[in-house]
């Protein structure tokens, strides 16, 4: 292919209809034809990124491999297409506006009035573009955050028109909205539909496809009517009806056709084949499991599922390739104490201890991997709950009842966990994290040996505090190894204690890196001694 093809999704009526799966389920569907294809978010809040929301505001904050904290979209952008993602992949309002006043204050727009038609939506377009005139790509897939109708949305809803019009057939708008199910009067609604479609068309939009999201799925004739009300061919009104696992989605979309819709409306030869084995591999197994294994995921932010989102999708699919159903229970650590720890994790096959910041639950946390550890329970500590590892080792077992994290008591007597020296005068969000992707170099007698078979690898981080090399030996010497090691810096990467079934942390977010088709490794390892010793 010699030109980039564009595709927009939009989304309106209600949000969270699921515009990041429809979008990277037509990803993925293109890219088993063969094409290179990625896919981009633009978010219209003002924030520069994701890395200082609150999780309860906007769920998990996704680190790509170049360290840019991002939507979690774009996890489900990666688990799809099995590529990574970079900080071109997510845009905000913010990062849109700060671009242009930094060109503003250096004088690029000649003294001229900066409005938003042309200057933002021009750095709009420049930004949807970047990944296109890499050459890498057959298709970029945009998602516009939102509703059609949000006064946030409206510059990039005015981008994507002037786009239409300046690439001709190389764009294409797909249009997902809302098709409700009226208990009382036993029907479907698709006034929503034709309301969301007659708002974009009047902001100079003509969707090329309709994607209805539906509880069930509806008969022909409502697409038929939904077709003629909004100027949209009957074939290209596509269904999105509920299904119980999200990675049904794309097999859903090829059955109607989608993608051979798009390369047609494109120009383009549908005639390439379209291979997804190893997907419906995957969903064969999920399918036909019979047995189940039972995970505790211990966290402060339960209440939301959504705020631990990578971690709940790598270990459904850890689980299924290992032929079992999860049954993943949520575990409040602010409830979680040693009155009722056998209750609420005593017939779990394993814990994870999930990531976070902050003082909030952080006893739970101690109590449930204290628990682990004498009841050798398989227990995955990932980046604070590696940190909670080693404080509750230091506690308990080294018997240093002062051992704590400054991050918790910046005053503490034995600094177990700690910043490092060049990190301690910075003072901006995000100034001292380590995010991005480090290398680690790997034991070979090691639990994490095993199940990577590298002694090298290389794993994405988003934290500020480290584990205290200086007392490494007193760890070691009583049984808590440090197994994995930044091999630039000597930062401890992974701890282990060897002498346990599989009790194992990491400072790093292995969740980042588990997609369908290629599961993380150590994800892989816990499940299979869950399964193992108590499946």
């Known amino acids: 292919m010699t030109d980039t093809k564009y595709i927009f999704v939009t989304g309106g009526v209600v949000s969270?209809?699921?515009?990041?799966?429809?979008?990277?389920?037509?990803?993925?569907?293109?890219?088993?034809?063969?094409?290179?294809?990625?896919?981009?978010?633009?978010?219209?809040?003002?924030?520069?990124?994701?890395?200082?929301?609150?999780?309860?505001?906007?769920?998990?904050?996704?680190?790509?491999?170049?360290?840019?904290?991002?939507?979690?979209?774009?996890?489900?952008?990666?688990?799809?297409?099995?590529?990574?993602?970079?900080?071109?992949?997510?845009?905000?309002?913010?990062?849109?506006?700060?671009?242009v006043i930094d060109k503003e204050r250096k004088g690029d727009f000649l003294g001229k009035t900066v409005q938003v038609v042309p200057h933002i939506t021009d750095e709009i377009k420049r930004n949807i573009m970047i990944l296109g005139k890499t050459g890498k790509y057959d298709f970029v897939i945009t998602e516009i955050g939102g509703t059609v109708g949000d006064i946030e949305s409206l510059p990039y809803i005015e981008s994507v028109r002037q786009l239409r019009w300046e690439l001709g057939k190389n764009c294409l708008c797909v249009h997902l909205t809302y098709v409700p199910y009226i208990a009382a009067a036993k029907e479907v609604k698709t006034k929503p539909t034709q309301h969301s479609v007659k708002l974009l068309q009047e902001q100079g939009v003509q969707p090329n496809i309709l994607v209805l999201r539906t509880e069930k799925e509806l008969p022909r004739n409502i697409c038929r009517k939904v077709a003629l009300f909004c100027n949209v061919d009957e074939d290209a009104v596509i269904q999105s009806y509920d299904?119980?696992?999200?990675?049904?989605?794309?097999?859903?979309?090829?059955?109607?056709?989608?993608?051979?819709?798009?390369?047609?409306?494109?120009?383009?030869?549908?005639?390439?084949?379209?291979?997804?084995?190893?997907?419906?591999?995957?969903?064969?197994?999920?399918?036909?499991?019979?047995?189940?294994?039972?995970?505790?995921?211990?966290?402060?932010?339960?209440?939301?599922?959504?705020?631990?989102?990578?971690?709940?999708?790598s270990l459904l699919q850890a689980a299924t390739y290992h032929k079992h159903k999860l049954?993943?229970?949520?575990?409040?650590?602010?409830?979680?104490?040693?009155?009722?720890?056998?209750e609420l994790l005593g017939d779990l096959d394993g814990i994870v201890v999930a990531p976070g910041f902050g003082q909030r639950g952080i006893e739970g946390k101690f109590v449930a991997l204290k628990y682990a550890r004498e009841n050798d329970r398989p227990a995955f500590g990932i980046c604070l709950g590696m940190q909670c590892m080693v404080i509750e080792f230091a506690r308990n077992v080294l018997g240093w009842a002062g051992a704590n994290s400054t991050e918790m008591e910046p005053?503490?007597?034995?600094?177990?966990?700690?910043?490092?020296?060049?990190q301690k005068h910075l003072t901006f969000m995000g100034g001292s994290m380590r995010l991005g992707a480090y290398d680690c170099r790997i034991k070979k007698d090691s639990k994490a040996y095993d199940a990577y078979k590298s002694e090298l690898i290389r794993e994405r981080h988003r934290h500020r505090y480290e584990f205290n090399n200086e007392y490494k030996k007193q760890f070691e010497s009583k049984g808590m190894r440090c197994t994995g090691i930044n091999p630039d810096t000597s930062l401890v990467e992974v701890v282990e204690i060897p002498e346990l079934k599989w009790y194992l942390g990491t400072q790093f977010h292995p969740e980042y890196n588990s997609t369908v088709v290629s599961p993380n490794p150590l994800f892989m390892s816990f499940i299979k001694a869950a399964v193992e010793n108590y499946g």
């Open 243 to 313: 299904l119980p696992s999200i990675y049904k989605v794309p097999v859903i979309l090829a059955e109607q056709e989608m993608d051979k819709i798009v390369l047609q409306k494109m120009g383009m030869s549908p005639d390439s084949q379209l291979n997804l084995t190893r997907w419906k591999k995957f969903l064969d197994n999920m399918e036909t499991a019979e047995k189940t294994v039972t995970i505790g995921l211990v966290g402060k932010y339960v209440e939301l599922p959504d705020a631990y989102k990578s971690i709940n999708e």
């Open 327 to 342: 049954d993943l229970r949520f575990i409040h650590s602010e409830k979680l104490n040693e009155q009722n720890v056998v």
């Open 411 to 422: 005053n503490a007597s034995l600094r177990v966990i700690d910043l490092m020296e060049e």
């Open 16 to 99: 969270s209809l699921g515009k990041g799966i429809v979008a990277a389920s037509l990803g993925k569907l293109l890219q088993a034809r063969g094409y290179k294809v990625t896919i981009q978010k633009f978010d219209p809040y003002i924030n520069i990124d994701p890395g200082t929301l609150n999780p309860y505001e906007h769920g998990e904050c996704y680190v790509t491999e170049d360290g840019h904290e991002a939507d979690l979209d774009l996890g489900h952008y990666e688990r799809f297409l099995n590529i990574p993602t970079s900080k071109a992949n997510n845009i905000t309002t913010g990062r849109i506006y700060q671009n």
